[in-house]
């Protein structure tokens, strides 16, 4: 019933980031991949430089010398083959892969190969010029502009989301002070009329009209109880304790005889003893209240209702029958405000908040229904 602005903000602000950090990043991609191809693009004009400085090199050396000193770089690397690519000289720190005529990137290794005329240069062939290179400032580049993009988007949408939210927020909270009081103005009325129903009828005995009261009094109190349960929901601790659980459903089928009786309905029970289960009274209300009210509001006149409670292996079975109208959609029933038909009234929460508490406590609900012949509910507890 709450409306948390803080999770409303958070999820939304993580969707629209999403979605606008995809629209701004991509340009940004192309953009760096740019970057990527000219500093490419400046890495293989420098090899193509150091490349002519050394062949220019060795074209000055005059074959009288005794003694040719091959020129070294601190950043660069050569080596000379032959046409057989046979190594002459080299001072490269890896083995390239490829010897034909252009410029090659191996990892970190950036190279370029030259073919030589015959003349000169000691019978080699080819010359190979290679440098170390990374676009590491390029990548950190993006990597920080992508986060700031992130980072001040996030900001940004949970800033005006929040403020956006703002609103509702207090609209629901108005909204859920409003409903407290309602239970609160309901509760009083209710329990004063069922006071005095059972003064009544101990003065002047039963009769059908108050049997009618008794019933729209106790349907009233299921609708209650759910409310109430739902309004609760996340702020109450619900106190465990040993409940015997074939005692419990049968002051449960007790309290709703009064409305099955006006309906001629037969409520046939199997309920095995002194078995007790560690739960709450609470929730185990919400889960019996409202499996045994929808049988007897979804069938017909002079039908029957089988409501059993067994042990099989180390399970628990809580069990209900009904020959009656059956579920054309059953998994839309947990659906909260969900009315398979509304002319039978309620307001669609009772199967919702049976869902919410049977995934809480791990609880296994099975659902068979055939149009026209009836709905079985099978808890395993």
């Known amino acids: 019933m709450t409306f948390d602005s803080k999770k409303f903000a958070l999820k939304y602000a993580t ?4 979605v606008l950090a995809v629209i701004l990043i991509t340009p940004l991609i192309i953009y760096v991949m740019l970057l990527l191809q000219i500093d490419k693009a400046k890495v293989e004009l420098s090899l193509q430089e150091q490349s002519k400085r050394v062949i220019a090199s060795m074209q000055r050396y005059d074959n009288s010398d005794k003694i040719y000193y091959f020129p070294r770089y601190k950043e660069y690397q050569t080596a000379l083959y032959t ?41 080699a062939k080819y010359l190979l010029v290679s440098t170390i290179h990374t676009a590491n400032e ?13 980072l001040m988007l996030f ?3 949970l800033l005006l989301l929040k403020n956006f939210s703002a609103p509702f927020e207090h609209m629901n909270e108005q909204l859920d002070n409003f409903i407290k009081d309602s239970m609160h103005e309901i509760n009083t009325p209710l329990s004063i009329i069922n006071l005095n129903v059972d003064l009544f009828a ?17 349907t009233l109190a299921t609708i ?25 459903i049968q002051n449960r089928v007790d309290y709703f005889q ?8 037969t409520i046939k029970t199997e309920l095995s003893t002194n078995i007790t289960y560690n739960f709450s009274k609470t929730k185990l209300q919400r889960i019996v209240d409202n499996t045994i009210s929808n049988a007897i509001k979804y069938s017909p006149s002079q039908s029957s209702i089988e409501i059993k409670f067994y042990k099989k292996d180390k399970n628990l079975i809580f069990e209900v029958k009904d020959y009656g109208v059956g579920i054309a959609n059953v998994e839309k029933i947990f659906s909260r405000y969900y009315r398979e038909n509304e002319s039978k009234g309620g307001f669609g929460i009772g199967l919702n908040i049976v869902k919410d508490i049977i995934d809480e406590e791990g609880i296994s609900l099975s659902v068979s229904s055939t149009l026209g012949e009836g709905t079985t509910f099978l808890y395993t507890f």
């Open 258 to 265: 009064a409305i099955a009786n006006l309906k001629h309905i």
């Open 15 to 18: 969707i629209y980031t999403s």
């Open 138 to 150: 390029i990548y950190f580049f993006a990597l920080l502009t992508i986060l700031a993009i992130l």
């Open 155 to 157: 900001i940004f949408s």
């Open 83 to 123: 046409e057989q690519y046979q190594e002459l000289f080299s001072t490269l720190e890896f083995e390239p892969s490829s010897f034909s005529e252009g410029f090659y990137n191996e990892g970190k290794h950036y190279y370029i190969i030259y073919p030589l005329p015959n003349k000169y240069y000691f019978k």
């Open 202 to 218: 101990n003065k002047y005995g039963d009769n059908k009209y108050l049997q009618r009261i008794k019933s729209a009094s106790k």
């Open 224 to 248: 209650y109880d759910d409310m109430d349960y739902l309004i609760k929901q996340g702020r109450v601790e619900h106190k465990i304790q040993a409940i015997d659980m074939g005692e419990f």
